[in-house]
């Protein structure tokens, strides 16, 4: 088989898992959903990459660091220098939908390192999507209609935060478990619930904001 079939194979099998068919054929697929995100604007008028800035940042280096996928699932996976080049956009929609939902934005910064690393296709193997990883429930009941585009999936995470926030007296590590774990689940136990995977989120996206605050 050549080495250009079993590429199209590949990408096939990366397209059945995701929850939003890509468009085009299996060669151009990815970059023309790639396209489409970074071509689309919504409410929050956030900067979109143009080819100028493209070229700008390609040598730069964000101020906050990248971390490896938080998810085994197979998705489209963007480069470290694709990740930076984005950064500009994403570090702006964080900024905007943290004033607009009044949230630290440190905190978003945290939550999205944890989530998905800053990979805007991730897929979770229980089928939460994009940068802030929102179940498919949770993406419709906030009006997210495109989970993988930026500014969408943005808005939505941090509005969810808000409202973990809000429902558990800015109470972080209860806002925290009920994101990962959903508020029910913290209502239950009263707490913290005993899950291995939501205990560990809860340590993790709190030692990350610490050092995100450090590095103000």
């Given amino acids: ?23 085009g054929s299996s060669k151009d697929s990815f970059a023309s959903v790639l396209g489409d995100s970074m071509t689309s604007q919504t409410a929050s008028n956030a900067p979109i990459i143009d080819s100028a800035l493209l070229e700008s940042t390609k040598s730069s280096t964000t101020k906050y660091p990248l971390v490896s996928g938080s998810y085994e699932s197979v998705y489209p996976r963007l480069s470290q220098t694709e990740i930076q080049e984005l950064m500009p956009r994403i570090d702006a929609a964080i900024e905007a939908f943290s004033e607009q939902f009044n949230v630290d934005p440190l905190l978003v910064r945290a939550v999205m390192k944890q989530e998905s690393s800053f990979q805007p296709f991730a897929l979770s193997t229980s089928g939460a999507m994009g940068l802030m990883q929102l179940m498919p429930g949770t993406a419709e009941g906030l009006g997210v209609s495109d989970p993988y585009n930026i500014e969408e999936n943005i808005r939505g995470g941090v509005q969810y935060l808000s409202y973990q926030l809000k429902a558990f007296d800015n109470d972080l590590k209860l806002a925290l478990a009920a994101y990962n774990a959903g508020p029910n689940a913290v209502r239950r136990f009263g707490g913290i619930p005993p899950y291995e995977q939501t205990q560990k989120y809860v340590e993790l996206v709190l030692k990350y904001y610490d050092m995100y605050k450090a590095l103000k």
Avoid at 8 to 19: D, F, M, Y
């Fill in 1 to 23: 088989m050549k080495v250009s079939d079993i590429l199209a194979q590949k990408i096939a099998e990366i397209e059945s898992r995701l929850p939003v068919k890509l468009k």
